[in-house]
């Protein structure tokens, strides 16, 4: 029986967990979790997540949430399908690999979720305006993080060593969106980031991810009207046709569209 993940593809925690279950060939099943309803706060789900949040993650009785942890058990479950991420059999490899996944959730996630939050989610799903101030203090936070990571990944090719690592992919989800914002030159300034970046870019797991999510919010563009609203989880999308003239978040343009419910 195939696992299955309770969530959104546009939850950054979300996509943590299938990027792991994608390079592991594993078969899952998504079942969307609809925030526009406040699904994610109802009994049934609070019972798989008691902070009502996504992902939630089933394998028969087992029900995990936590995205990190949930990767870990993904990764050491289909350990003989896919290559090994976490090193366990390693000790000082492993711990490597623990090091920068806490990296990753304590200083980089800090600093980048702030600004995904600023410019993506407030002004895209919100129709707010973004805190200049917050923004800028992150851009310098995350700025001084990856200094650190720029020197590292200069002495290796990843962050826990010369191996790929979950640690690495576990970054995927938030720089995905940031790389394609004006913020972009945080991460092309820096060569040994930028390289690190376009390598975990070309990973087939990270491709059909991308495709994926094209294709899902392309292919509702395509049935629905000019200027017509439509639902298309978790969100009420827009239709409209300047969407692609918006020149600034090549990757978000479909974003733009969207608007949460009775807010647009
Ligand atoms: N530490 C958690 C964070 C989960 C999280 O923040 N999920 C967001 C979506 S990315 C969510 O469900 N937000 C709704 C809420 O907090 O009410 C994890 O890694 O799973």
């Known amino acids: 029986m195939a696992v299955k993940v309770y969530g959104a593809e546009m939850s950054t925690a979300t996509v943590r967990v299938l990027m792991c279950l994608e390079e592991m060939g594993a078969e899952y099943e998504l079942v969307p979790i609809d ?34 942890a949930i990767s870990r058990y993904v990764l050491r479950k289909y350990k003989s399908s896919g290559p090994d ?19 990753e959730a304590q200083q980089y996630e800090k600093a980048i979720s702030a600004i995904y939050i600023e410019t993506v989610i407030k002004p895209v799903f919100f129709g707010g305006v973004p805190d200049e101030k917050v923004v ?26 010369d191996f790929l690592s ?32 376009e390598s975990l870019a070309s990973r087939p797991a990270y491709k059909k991810f991308e495709a994926l999510k094209r294709f899902g919010v392309c292919s509702a563009l395509e049935r629905c009207s000019w200027n017509k609203t439509f639902t298309f989880f978790p969100f009420k999308l827009e239709c409209r046709k300047t969407m692609f003239a918006d020149g600034v978040h090549k990757q978000l343009c479909l974003l733009l569209l969207l608007r949460r419910h009775g807010l647009r």
């Open 85 to 103: 991420l976490l090193r366990d059999g390693n000790l000082e490899e492993s711990a490597m690999v623990d090091v920068w996944l806490e990296v």
């Open 35 to 68: 925030f526009s309803t406040g699904e994610h706060k109802s009994p049934p789900h609070l019972a798989r997540n008691p902070f009502g949040q996504v992902p939630a993650f089933e394998d028969g009785d087992l029900m995990l949430f936590e995205s990190r």
């Open 166 to 197: 979950f640690a690495d992919l576990s970054h995927i989800p938030y720089t995905h969106h940031i790389v394609a914002s004006p913020h972009a030159s945080l991460f092309e300034s820096r060569p040994h980031v930028k390289a690190w970046w």
């Open 136 to 161: 800028a203090e992150s851009v310098e936070k995350l700025g001084k993080v990856l200094d650190v990571y720029e020197a590292r990944l200069s002495e290796s090719k990843y962050l826990a060593g």
